[in-house]
Protein backbone atom coordinates (compact mmCIF):
# COMPACT_ATOMS: atom_id res chain seq x y z
CA UNK A 1 0.00 0.00 0.00
CA UNK A 2 1.64 3.20 -0.80
CA UNK A 3 2.05 5.45 1.72
CA UNK A 4 0.26 8.88 1.74
CA UNK A 5 1.69 12.03 2.99
CA UNK A 6 0.73 13.08 6.36
CA UNK A 7 -0.36 16.62 7.64
CA UNK A 8 -1.52 19.14 10.61
CA UNK A 9 -3.71 22.03 9.32
CA UNK A 10 -6.30 23.71 10.28
CA UNK A 11 -9.71 22.36 9.19
CA UNK A 12 -11.45 24.42 6.54
CA UNK A 13 -14.71 22.50 7.44
CA UNK A 14 -14.68 21.43 3.57
CA UNK A 15 -16.19 18.21 3.22
CA UNK A 16 -13.11 16.11 1.52
CA UNK A 17 -13.23 12.03 1.36
CA UNK A 18 -9.54 12.12 1.31
CA UNK A 19 -9.21 13.90 4.66
CA UNK A 20 -10.13 12.56 7.96
CA UNK A 21 -10.59 15.24 10.25
CA UNK A 22 -9.60 14.37 14.21
CA UNK A 23 -11.26 16.86 16.62
CA UNK A 24 -9.34 17.70 20.38
CA UNK A 25 -8.48 19.65 22.63
CA UNK A 26 -5.24 20.39 21.83
CA UNK A 27 -4.00 20.92 25.40
CA UNK A 28 -4.43 17.48 26.75
CA UNK A 29 -1.14 15.56 26.91
CA UNK A 30 -0.33 12.88 26.41
CA UNK A 31 -3.39 12.33 24.10
CA UNK A 32 -3.34 15.34 21.91
CA UNK A 33 -1.57 18.87 22.77
CA UNK A 34 0.97 21.21 21.36
CA UNK A 35 4.84 20.89 21.28
CA UNK A 36 7.42 23.53 21.90
CA UNK A 37 6.84 24.19 17.71
CA UNK A 38 3.61 24.81 18.21
CA UNK A 39 2.22 21.08 15.97
CA UNK A 40 -0.41 18.88 17.72
CA UNK A 41 1.34 15.82 19.01
CA UNK A 42 0.33 13.09 21.03
CA UNK A 43 -0.67 9.56 21.68
CA UNK A 44 -3.76 9.67 20.25
CA UNK A 45 -2.24 11.79 17.13
CA UNK A 46 0.49 8.99 16.57
CA UNK A 47 -2.69 6.32 16.56
CA UNK A 48 -4.61 8.52 14.02
CA UNK A 49 -1.35 9.28 11.64
CA UNK A 50 -0.81 5.65 11.44
CA UNK A 51 -4.63 4.63 10.32
CA UNK A 52 -4.76 7.36 8.06
CA UNK A 53 -1.76 5.64 6.35
CA UNK A 54 -3.38 2.68 6.42
CA UNK A 55 -6.70 3.52 4.63
CA UNK A 56 -5.22 6.54 2.48
CA UNK A 57 -6.24 9.26 4.35
CA UNK A 58 -4.72 12.59 5.01
CA UNK A 59 -5.52 13.92 8.55
CA UNK A 60 -6.50 17.01 9.83
CA UNK A 61 -6.44 17.89 13.54
CA UNK A 62 -9.05 20.51 14.27
CA UNK A 63 -8.76 22.27 17.65
CA UNK A 64 -12.40 22.21 18.91
CA UNK A 65 -14.38 23.77 22.25
CA UNK A 66 -14.50 20.72 24.43
CA UNK A 67 -17.70 22.37 26.06
CA UNK A 68 -19.15 21.86 22.29
CA UNK A 69 -17.34 18.60 20.79
CA UNK A 70 -20.94 16.57 19.54
CA UNK A 71 -22.28 20.08 17.88
CA UNK A 72 -18.92 20.20 16.08
CA UNK A 73 -19.35 16.12 15.05
CA UNK A 74 -23.27 16.34 14.32
CA UNK A 75 -22.68 19.66 12.09
CA UNK A 76 -19.62 18.09 10.11
CA UNK A 77 -17.26 20.27 10.86
CA UNK A 78 -15.00 17.06 12.32
CA UNK A 79 -15.20 13.43 11.58
CA UNK A 80 -14.60 11.78 14.90
CA UNK A 81 -13.78 13.23 18.43
CA UNK A 82 -10.63 10.95 19.35
CA UNK A 83 -8.57 12.78 22.52
CA UNK A 84 -9.30 11.16 25.96
CA UNK A 85 -13.55 10.99 25.11
CA UNK A 86 -14.87 9.12 27.99
CA UNK A 87 -17.40 6.51 27.01
CA UNK A 88 -20.54 7.00 28.83
CA UNK A 89 -24.44 5.15 28.16
CA UNK A 90 -25.57 8.65 27.68
CA UNK A 91 -22.86 9.65 25.16
CA UNK A 92 -23.42 5.76 23.08
CA UNK A 93 -26.48 6.62 22.39
CA UNK A 94 -25.93 9.48 20.80
CA UNK A 95 -22.81 8.84 18.53
CA UNK A 96 -21.15 5.88 17.01
CA UNK A 97 -18.12 4.46 19.34
CA UNK A 98 -14.97 2.27 18.56
CA UNK A 99 -14.58 -0.19 21.26
CA UNK A 100 -12.13 1.07 24.10
CA UNK A 101 -8.82 1.60 23.70
CA UNK A 102 -7.99 2.76 26.85
CA UNK A 103 -8.91 2.68 30.63
CA UNK A 104 -8.77 5.96 32.75
CA UNK A 105 -9.97 7.24 36.02
CA UNK A 106 -10.90 10.63 36.80
CA UNK A 107 -8.68 11.41 39.93
CA UNK A 108 -7.77 14.49 42.27
CA UNK A 109 -4.88 16.55 42.23
CA UNK A 110 -3.59 18.21 44.75
CA UNK A 111 -0.32 20.27 46.19
CA UNK A 112 2.21 17.84 47.58
CA UNK A 113 2.19 20.06 50.88
CA UNK A 114 -1.64 20.55 50.78
CA UNK A 115 -2.06 18.03 53.58
CA UNK A 116 -5.13 16.37 51.56
CA UNK A 117 -4.90 12.57 51.68
CA UNK A 118 -8.60 11.57 51.16
CA UNK A 119 -11.30 13.08 49.59
CA UNK A 120 -12.91 13.35 53.19
CA UNK A 121 -10.21 15.87 53.22
CA UNK A 122 -11.99 18.23 50.34
CA UNK A 123 -14.64 19.04 52.74
CA UNK A 124 -15.03 22.89 52.35
CA UNK A 125 -12.32 23.10 49.40
CA UNK A 126 -12.42 24.93 45.82
CA UNK A 127 -12.12 22.44 43.20
CA UNK A 128 -11.19 23.08 39.73
CA UNK A 129 -12.51 21.23 36.75
CA UNK A 130 -12.89 21.52 32.55
CA UNK A 131 -15.91 22.68 31.97
CA UNK A 132 -17.90 19.99 29.79
CA UNK A 133 -15.26 17.21 30.44
CA UNK A 134 -15.77 13.42 32.46
CA UNK A 135 -14.20 14.99 35.22
CA UNK A 136 -17.05 17.18 35.63
CA UNK A 137 -19.34 14.39 34.98
CA UNK A 138 -17.70 12.51 37.34
CA UNK A 139 -18.35 14.96 40.28
CA UNK A 140 -21.65 15.63 39.32
CA UNK A 141 -22.10 12.17 39.40
CA UNK A 142 -21.29 11.77 43.00
CA UNK A 143 -23.52 14.39 45.08
CA UNK A 144 -22.45 12.56 48.06
CA UNK A 145 -18.96 14.15 47.09
CA UNK A 146 -20.18 17.23 45.44
CA UNK A 147 -21.71 18.19 48.54
CA UNK A 148 -19.18 18.66 50.69
CA UNK A 149 -17.50 21.38 48.75
CA UNK A 150 -17.31 24.94 49.11
CA UNK A 151 -17.34 25.61 45.41
CA UNK A 152 -16.49 23.97 42.47
CA UNK A 153 -14.93 26.10 39.47
CA UNK A 154 -15.35 25.39 35.62
CA UNK A 155 -11.50 25.87 33.81
CA UNK A 156 -11.46 26.11 29.83
CA UNK A 157 -8.87 23.98 30.01
CA UNK A 158 -6.89 21.43 32.42
CA UNK A 159 -3.86 22.90 32.43
CA UNK A 160 -5.34 26.87 33.29
CA UNK A 161 -6.84 24.39 36.26
CA UNK A 162 -3.76 23.51 37.29
CA UNK A 163 -1.71 26.68 36.70
CA UNK A 164 -4.40 27.78 39.28
CA UNK A 165 -3.78 25.30 41.62
CA UNK A 166 -0.49 25.98 42.05
CA UNK A 167 -0.69 29.12 42.42
CA UNK A 168 -3.46 28.53 45.50
CA UNK A 169 -6.28 29.94 44.31
CA UNK A 170 -7.89 26.54 44.39
CA UNK A 171 -7.14 23.68 46.38
CA UNK A 172 -7.96 20.53 43.89
CA UNK A 173 -8.17 19.30 40.15
CA UNK A 174 -10.57 16.29 39.88
CA UNK A 175 -9.07 15.69 35.52
CA UNK A 176 -7.90 12.03 33.77
CA UNK A 177 -5.46 10.28 35.47
CA UNK A 178 -3.47 9.56 32.23
CA UNK A 179 -3.19 13.27 31.84
CA UNK A 180 -2.35 13.50 35.69
CA UNK A 181 0.14 11.58 35.80
CA UNK A 182 1.71 12.72 32.33
CA UNK A 183 1.66 16.31 33.45
CA UNK A 184 3.50 15.76 37.02
CA UNK A 185 5.82 13.64 35.41
CA UNK A 186 7.17 16.09 32.75
CA UNK A 187 6.67 19.27 34.41
CA UNK A 188 7.96 18.47 37.86
CA UNK A 189 5.56 20.41 39.97
CA UNK A 190 4.78 19.95 43.36
CA UNK A 191 1.37 17.77 43.12
CA UNK A 192 0.22 14.72 43.83
CA UNK A 193 -2.62 12.66 42.49
CA UNK A 194 -4.96 10.90 45.85
CA UNK A 195 -5.20 7.17 45.53
CA UNK A 196 -8.78 7.33 45.72
CA UNK A 197 -10.63 8.10 42.32
CA UNK A 198 -14.42 9.32 41.59
CA UNK A 199 -15.08 7.08 38.97
CA UNK A 200 -13.51 4.39 36.61
CA UNK A 201 -13.88 4.74 32.37
CA UNK A 202 -12.60 3.81 29.20
CA UNK A 203 -11.90 6.01 26.35
CA UNK A 204 -13.13 5.59 22.86
CA UNK A 205 -13.70 7.03 19.33
CA UNK A 206 -16.93 8.61 18.72
CA UNK A 207 -18.27 8.95 15.19
CA UNK A 208 -21.34 10.14 13.89
CA UNK A 209 -24.22 7.43 13.77
CA UNK A 210 -24.88 7.64 10.43
CA UNK A 211 -20.80 7.23 10.08
CA UNK A 212 -20.37 2.79 11.01
CA UNK A 213 -18.75 2.13 8.28
CA UNK A 214 -15.76 4.53 8.84
CA UNK A 215 -15.72 3.34 12.50
CA UNK A 216 -15.62 0.04 11.46
CA UNK A 217 -12.64 0.62 9.44
CA UNK A 218 -10.64 2.38 12.10
CA UNK A 219 -11.09 0.20 14.60
CA UNK A 220 -10.15 -3.04 12.65
CA UNK A 221 -6.91 -0.76 11.66
CA UNK A 222 -6.20 -0.22 15.36
CA UNK A 223 -6.54 -3.64 15.69
CA UNK A 224 -3.83 -4.77 13.14
CA UNK A 225 -2.05 -1.86 14.47
CA UNK A 226 -2.19 -4.17 17.80
CA UNK A 227 -1.63 -7.42 16.42
CA UNK A 228 1.96 -5.88 14.74
CA UNK A 229 3.17 -4.32 17.84
CA UNK A 230 2.43 -0.53 16.31
CA UNK A 231 0.52 0.70 18.81
CA UNK A 232 2.65 -1.08 21.79
CA UNK A 233 5.59 0.94 19.89
CA UNK A 234 4.01 4.65 20.41
CA UNK A 235 2.52 3.55 24.26
CA UNK A 236 5.88 3.04 25.01
CA UNK A 237 6.66 6.11 23.49
CA UNK A 238 3.77 8.37 25.05
CA UNK A 239 3.62 6.29 28.43
CA UNK A 240 6.76 4.37 28.83
CA UNK A 241 4.64 1.17 28.81
CA UNK A 242 1.92 -0.75 26.73
CA UNK A 243 -1.42 0.81 28.36
CA UNK A 244 -3.69 -0.14 25.27
CA UNK A 245 -6.72 -2.17 25.56
CA UNK A 246 -7.65 -2.90 21.91
CA UNK A 247 -8.29 -6.40 21.17
CA UNK A 248 -8.93 -7.45 24.87
Given at each position: MAV??????????????????????????????????????????????????????????????????EQELNTGKIDCIWNGFTMTEERKAAMAFTKPYLNNAQVVVVRADSGIKSLSDLW??????????????????????????????????????????????????????????????????PFAVLDEGLAYEEYGIAFRKSDTALRDLVQSTLEAMEKDGTVGRISEKWFGTNLSVIGN
Open positions: LSFSILSCSGKKDSKKFILGLDDSFPPLGFRDENNEVVGYDIDLAREVCKRIGKTLECQPIDWSAKDKVVGVQAGSSAQDAIEGRPDFKSTLKNMVEFKENITALNDLELGNIDAVVMDQVVANYSIKQTGK
